[in-house]
């Protein structure tokens, strides 16, 4: 019997026999080749020696397993320099030696490794009749070749996280046809230009405004232009944006669910701004104290509320804060600072870990009062605090089955709870950003009060309104305009964003006036993060790599 058609074979091989039972299929396969050719020389034989049988998995067929039982013959080599005397006849059409998968088979595995995870198709597998080991199949990955070299002319660079906050990569993306070209184990120049020296024939390098990329094309191509991403330049500015808008936090608008009826004897809570000179400090310094400026604020209107005669409880549904954080507040002698870091503690873990098994004992012996919980480890020596040991308990509470609460139900509440808060710095950062005919009825009031709150608010609305007109509508010609008027602000945080600008000045003129966009990078990255989460975050460089560039 020759190969059917759902059981093609290479040509010279012949199905001897079929057996089946309820799991599988076992077909014999029988060679008639006259000769064969030896693997050390590459003479031909015709001389057997003797046979054996190889037994090779292949396709399912009907959804059962398929096994193939090869008769393979071995030759005398006759050629006087070989180092081989006796050698098994090969079929590559079918098999690689010594595999025990066909090559059809190894092709399917491979595209459901890389369509899912290796854990995931381990599982899946066996309903598809061709069960298989989650390490095998990652060796199977692993030996996926790289797609062949191709010239770039456009080049999208961005990075990626391979460790959130720790350790980050680079994805290169060829910008004409949106394919993945490599996947690159840092984000430094050091990293990045080795790659971009092998690719002299780049003309266009669309990337974000990190410096690594930016020198590394400046060192290694010279004559490629380079184009920021518009997305990015955006971005920068709503970031900037919100740091000037924490400043100014004071001028914020209030956003009322429900109108408060503010008591006529009632000062305004006091407000406090950021009198620091900013600019003379780095990044994390300006973080810092505008951070503590904030907590600061806070501060200040729960002592307001308390010294009123208003109740813990009121302050907190009032201002909308934790309990707890207005009884720290109220029962601190002064303003609460924050504790510098230590960095003793190792990355990972908690003060509560030492403590699971004792408490996980108690808990399954029925002691669930988290109150009394907490007294028994702080006695065994437990630092931390108890919100802490709450959180943990929670997630063991769930596991529990519901039980109906004692007592009589609570009553329902006769009016919905009044609630006020000033408008966020980071809420307020996309109404200035945002074209106003994208806004809503009421995000156009708060803008209103925003505009009307301060003359510095009113000039930083209008730069970015028109910056961001400028960049959708391509006029490159009138950024510099633009800057000198950034700068004449005298708006700490918008004069760094243009003088940011000016240093990348080539960059940023190239995303004004050509089409060129990182979008289809983002696009690859954000496809990347599934790939991480799909794999559990457990996947190493190598590996990613292959999914990335072979993708299904």
């Not at 595209?111 to 069960?131: H, Y």
């Not at 980050?168 to 080795?194: M, W």
């Not at 604020?297 to 005669?309: S, T």
């Not at 509508?473 to 700068?487: M, Y």
Request: glycine share 4%; net charge positive.
């Amino acid at each position: 019997m020759e190969g059917s058609p759902f059981l093609p074979l290479p040509e010279g091989l012949l199905i001897a026999s079929v057996e089946q039972t309820d799991p599988r299929l076992t077909v014999t396969v029988i060679s008639l080749r006259p000769e064969a050719i030896c693997p050390g020389c590459g003479y031909p034989s015709e001389h057997i020696h003797s046979q054996y049988r190889r037994i090779v998995h292949d396709v399912p067929s009907g959804g059962r397993q398929v096994v193939l039982c090869l008769h393979v013959r071995k030759f005398f080599c006759l050629h006087l320099c070989c180092s081989r005397k006796v050698f098994a006849e090969r079929f590559p059409d079918l098999v690689q030696p010594w595999g025990r998968s066909s090559n059809r088979l190894l092709e399917v595995l491979k595209a459901i490794g890389l369509a899912a995870s290796a854990e995931v198709s381990e599982r899946l597998t066996p309903q598809l009749a061709m069960p298989v080991k989650s390490s095998t199949l990652l060796r199977y990955l692993r030996t996926i070749p790289d797609p062949p070299r191709t010239n770039v002319s456009s080049l999208g660079i961005d990075d990626f996280a391979l460790k959130r906050g720790d350790k980050y990569g680079t994805i290169l993306i060829n910008a004409l046809t949106g394919k993945p070209l490599d996947l690159l184990v840092d984000r430094t120049t050091e990293a990045v230009s080795p790659w971009l020296a092998s690719h002299p024939e780049i003309q266009v390098v669309s990337r974000d405004r990190a410096n690594g990329f930016a020198e590394a094309v400046s060192q290694v191509l010279p004559h490629a232009l380079q184009v920021a991403d518009r997305y990015h330049l955006v971005q920068n500015l709503r970031d900037h944006l919100q740091q000037f808008l924490d400043r100014k936090r004071t001028c914020l608008p209030f956003v009322e669910d429900t109108p408060v009826v503010q008591k006529e004897s009632s000062p305004s809570p006091p407000q406090t701004e950021v009198s620091t000179d900013l600019s003379n400090l780095i990044a994390p310094e300006r973080l810092k104290v505008i951070r503590r400026s904030k907590r600061l604020a806070w501060y200040e209107q729960v002592m307001a509320l308390h010294q009123e005669g208003m109740s813990q409880r009121e302050i907190a549904r009032h201002l909308q804060m934790s309990r707890n954080t207005v009884q720290h507040y109220v029962s601190s002698p002064g303003f609460p600072e924050r504790a510098e870091g230590t960095g003793q503690r190792p990355p990972g873990t908690s003060k509560l870990d030492p403590f699971l098994p004792y408490l996980r004992d108690l808990w399954d012996a029925g002691n669930h009062n988290s109150a009394h919980l907490f007294r028994l480890i702080k006695a065994r020596g437990y630092t931390g605090c108890e919100s802490m040991l709450r959180e943990r308990l929670s997630e063991w509470r769930a596991e529990l089955p519901q039980q109906r609460r004692p007592g009589n139900p609570r009553k329902p509440r006769l009016f919905k709870q009044k609630k006020q808060r000033r408008l966020s710095s980071r809420a307020a950062s996309f109404l200035m950003i945002l074209p106003p005919e994208k806004l809503t009825i009421k995000q156009k009031h708060q803008l209103e009060q925003l505009s009307q709150a301060s003359s510095d608010l009113f000039m930083a609305y209008h730069l970015t309104q028109d910056f961001v007109n400028l960049l959708k509508e391509r006029q490159a010609q009138a950024l510099d305009h633009w800057l000198k008027c950034a700068k004449a602000s005298r708006l700490t945080e918008l004069v760094r964003f243009a003088n940011g600008i000016s240093r990348d000045y080539a960059a940023v003129y190239a995303a004004f006036s050509r089409p060129e966009s990182n979008g289809i990078t983002e696009g690859h990255v954000n496809r990347l993060k599934f790939l991480k989460r799909q794999m559990f975050g457990r996947a190493n460089l190598d590996l990613l790599r292959i999914k990335v560039l072979h993708a299904v």
